[in-house]
Every structure is written in C-alpha cells, then in structure tokens.
C-alpha cells in the first residue's frame, strides 16, 4: 500500500529558534468526514486504496506517514495592529512532501492539540470551522486565486468547549509553506542579524530563487512579495471576498491566502461590508483590504531593514520608498482588473470614471455584485428588475459605447468577462446550510455544495440556487472559530 509520500523536511532542519519539534496528540475516535480527491492526485498521492478506518487515522495524526519529521513553527504577528508572540498553538506541520514535478508542500494538521505555543488555548479545532475552511479555499481555488488548500477534514470523537460545547475536528491543509510575514516579525524581535540572514536565504531558495544572485535580496525580496500580494488583493477585490483577519500572521510569504477563520464573500456591493464579530472598527473592511496589506507589507520591511543596507538611514529610506509604490501599483493592477471585469480592451482615460459610476449605482441601488456582472455578461440568473434601473440603462450605454473601441469581435469582451466573472461564489447561507447539516452528519449539502464551486466561470442548468443571495435581510456574521 504506497501512498506516494515523499518527504524532505527541510524547515526542521533549521534551528530551535524556528520551531518546536512535537507531534499530534491522538484523538479518541477519529472518522474521516471529506477527503479532497483531485488535490491527492495533483500531489502525487493515492489514498484510493486505504480503508476509511485507515485514512480516518491518517488525517488525525494518530499514525504519521513514514518520513514525516512533526513541528510547530513559531512565529509573531501583528493582531488588529497589536504585536503578540504567537506560533503554531493548534497546528503541527507534518512535513515538506515533493510531487513528482519536483514542487515542494508542506502538510499541516490544524487544530492537531497543544504545542509550546497554544498559550491558553486548547489546541484544538472546531468542525464548523474547519469544514468552512475547507470549503472557502477549494472555492478560492477554483477562481484561480493562489491560496491554501484543503486535503481532509476527520472529525476527532472528542468534544471541544467554547461558548458551546462542539465536535472537535482536524483539518489538513496544504501549502506552499507556512512562512508568514509574522514568521520575520518573530526573528526580528530576537535582534539576531545571522538567523534574519538564515530565513532570508531559506524564504528565497523555497520560494523565490530566481534573486538567489541577486546584490540586494532583501531588497528584492520586499519588491517581490509586494507585487504577489499586490496581485492577491486585487483578486480579492475581484470577487468580493473579504478575508476578515488580515493579521501580520495571517499573510504568507508564498502569496497564497491563508487563514480562513471569518472571511466571507459580500453579496450586497457596499465597500464598508464587514462580516467579522470581532471587526468592530471595521479594520478588515472590503474597501480596507487594500491599505491593510501595505500596512502589513512595511512591517514586513521593517524587518529586513538591517540587511537592505548596513547603513539604517540609507536603508529606511529605501525600504518606505519601495512601500510608498504600493497605492501606485494597486491602482494599476485594480483598474487592469476592472476593465477586464468590463471587457474592455486597452485604456481610456475616462475608463476609471465609467468604472466607478457603476460602482455608485451598485452601492446605491443595493446591488448583488456577483450578479451585476453577470446581469452585464447576459447571465443574470434571476432577470432581476433592478437591472431595468434607468441610470443603469444610461450607464450601459456608454460602456457599450467604450466596447465599441475595443475593435474586436464581441466574443472576445464576453471571453474577458467571463473568464474574471463568477457565476458562483460561495454565499454565506449555503455555506452555513452545508455546515449545519454537517454538524447533523448530513454531508449532502457540504458534497453539493464543493462540486458546484469547483466550476464557478461555468455556466450549467443546476447552480440557479447557488447565485441567489440569501432572502434574509438580516446581517451575515462570522465568528473566528477559535
Ligand atoms: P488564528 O486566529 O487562527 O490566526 O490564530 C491566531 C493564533 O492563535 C495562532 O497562534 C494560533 O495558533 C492560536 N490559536 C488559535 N486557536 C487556538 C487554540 N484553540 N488553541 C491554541 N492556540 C490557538
Ligand atoms: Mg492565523
């Protein structure tokens, strides 16, 4: 029985400082609740051939994979703009697994039992959570944002205490690594230049060896991870999702979304929507996104100041210029994506004027953003009558009358529309409908639910129910799950 497993733990091997070595602490009765089939095989493994009770002992931890090396990895952050000393308190990563295309992953288990850095946590994870973790990043995903990923999710047999008692549950996830911004926070707030040097050089031969030669990495290293999430943002912003809890902690050196605790994706367009219980000052806003990840982007320059230039002035000042091209870059990238959000081809100088006209009318008029676009590509699931609006009547005329520059046949706009337009995305009430059928051992809607988000550019006769917003006008809130 080879699963295909190939593990080279290279994030172990560095020093004590970097992690703790501790493995899972088994649970009582472990069952195998979802297991994500394709993403096995695009890792190279095969479970088809292990018994349910098997694999139900796998994605516990209760038996780790031969090769495995277990740590939790420390690591600072910067919580709603308050420094803290955190690390993996409800996560162990198993190890670096290699595919066959030579791509490196680590395995983690979340919400695996206590480590050094549980504080007063318990270690464990809830299976609501884990299973809306599940959910919203294969979703993301499929939109072709970089992000995590989700391999399983076991339920443990065992309780877990928070306002309520719930079933507690382990989540597998997959990364490109686990290095966050809060993971340089961490070693800079040791003062110690060489094991700074030591992350550097191991972020860039992990992730971005193409600067390995480079004559200022740091430097470089600043540029390039402002360009990913630069990038990352603007999907975001794209499909209106909004992560909830954009922590120092919480945003990957990699460029892939992480954390899937409160996020959610807005219906109703309103920039201030914020779904988060715990967000009351609206910090992690959708419209706030943006200059959150250059906030989080210059803490992360503050950390390699010392080694952009042995001359702290010369290096400051590189390092807040660099930042300081941030709003530049995002407007750029956000109008890039609008336009291809339009179906506009090339550039107009009245483009941004037409871009946020509609946007007006959307927040105005309580439009569903999804649906808007769709309603503009023809695919308005429901011929809502709002879209007969006067203004937006008026307003299409003038977009079609940029299309009309586009000097390209139609089928080329609608392609550009419908390759950045959602069809679906994952409403709040279906996934809360998934989750509480689940918490009743009722998978059905969950499975339903993960196959239709995997084609969310496709149009198909059966997903009318997953494009309508909930009927409920009261507000949508999440809750951290921790
Ligand atoms: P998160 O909100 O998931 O980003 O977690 C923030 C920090 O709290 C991380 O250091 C987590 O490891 C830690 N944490 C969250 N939940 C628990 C828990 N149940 N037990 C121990 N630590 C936790
Ligand atoms: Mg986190």
Not at 153 to 180: D, M
Not at 236 to 261: A, C, K, L, P, Q
Not at 372 to 378: A, G, K
């Amino acid at each position: 029985m080879t699963i295909g497993w190939h593990f080279n733990n290279t994030y172990s091997k560095l020093s004590d400082t970097f992690r703790e070595e501790i493995k899972p602490i088994p649970v009582n009765n472990p069952e195998l609740i979802i297991l994500n089939g394709s993403l096995a095989s695009e890792l190279n493994l095969d479970f088809s051939k292990i018994d349910k009770k098997e694999l139900s002992k796998i994605f516990s931890g209760n038996v780790l994979p031969n090769g495995s090396n277990s740590i939790a990895q420390a690591y600072a952050g910067h919580q709603f703009g308050h420094f803290t000393m955190l690390g993996d308190g409800r996560a162990v990563l198993i190890g670096e697994h290699t595919t066959k295309a030579n791509k490196k992953y680590d395995i983690q288990f979340k919400g695996s039992g206590k480590t050094a850095f549980s504080r007063n946590g318990d270690g464990r994870a809830a299976l609501g959570p884990m299973l809306r973790e599940y959910i919203i990043s294969e979703a993301m995903n499929a939109l072709n944002i970089p992000t995590t990923r989700s391999l399983a999710v076991i339920k443990t047999g065992e309780n877990i205490q928070r306002e309520t008692t719930l079933q507690g549950a382990i989540l597998t996830r997959v990364a490109s690594s686990h290095i966050r911004v809060g993971t340089f926070q961490y070693i800079a707030a040791r003062q110690k230049e060489n094991e700074m040097k030591t992350l550097l050089d191991y972020t860039i031969d992990r992730h971005y060896p193409e600067i390995k030669d480079s004559n200022n990495q740091a430097l470089d290293l600043l540029n390039l991870l402002m360009e990913q999430q630069c990038n990352l943002v603007v999907n975001w912003m794209r499909v209106g999702f909004i992560h909830g809890v954009m922590n120092t902690d919480n945003m990957t050196i990699s460029g892939e979304t992480i954390d899937y605790g409160p996020c959610a994706f807005m219906d109703t367009y309103d920039p201030k929507t914020v779904f988060s219980s715990i967000d009351q000052m609206g910090r992690y806003a959708y419209c706030n996104q943006p200059i959150i990840t250059k906030w989080n982007l210059a803490r992360f320059a503050e950390c390699l100041v010392p080694l952009i230039d042995k001359d702290q002035d010369k290096a400051v000042k590189i390092a807040t210029e660099t930042i300081n091209s941030f709003e530049k870059k995002y407007e750029e990238k956000w109008m890039d994506m609008m336009r291809n959000k339009l179906g506009l081809f090339g550039l107009d100088e009245k483009d941004k004027f037409l871009i946020l006209d509609l946007l007006t009318w959307m927040h105005e008029k309580k439009a569903d953003y999804t649906n808007t676009f769709c309603h503009l590509m023809d695919l308005d699931p429901k011929k809502d009558k709002l879209f007969d609006d006067n203004d937006l009547v008026n307003w299409k005329k003038r977009w079609k009358e940029r299309l009309s520059q586009n000097n390209d046949s139609p089928n080329k706009y609608l392609e550009l529309m419908k390759n950045n337009n959602p069809l679906v995305i994952p409403r709040n009430h279906k996934v809360e409908e998934a989750l509480e059928a689940a918490e009743k051992n009722d998978l059905k809607p969950l499975n339903r639910l993960i196959e239709i988000l995997k084609y969310p550019y496709t149009q198909k006769n059966d997903i009318l129910d997953y494009q309508t917003p909930s009927a409920s006008d009261e507000k949508y809130q999440t809750f951290c799950g921790t």
